[in-house]
């Protein structure tokens, strides 16, 4: 019985207080979307940054600076990516109702 008072009165502060202005679908995406962006500037810089001499390191430099700037975005779907689906259960059988 605690658990289903808990339940009601969390459900109805929720309801009361949640902010009715704000999408928060939207709002969580472009915070996710502004951390990846940052993370990918700070790795590329940091990569960037160490001093190389040689032909080979500067090469290797801008390989992984490019690869990394053109990763998948955070706004591609688990279906645009090419990872092989999760097979379905197969469907209930007639018998069973």
Known sequence: MFILRSAFWLTIAFI??????????????????????AGEQLIVGQILADKCTSVQCLGGKALVATVISSSPSVDATMQDSSITPIPFPRPRPDWMG
Request: glycine letters at 4%; zero cysteines; hydrophobic letters at 55%.
């Open 16 to 37: 009361v207080m949640a902010p009715k202005t704000v999408d928060l679908g939207a709002a969580a995406q472009d915070f996710s979307s502004q951390a990846m962006a």
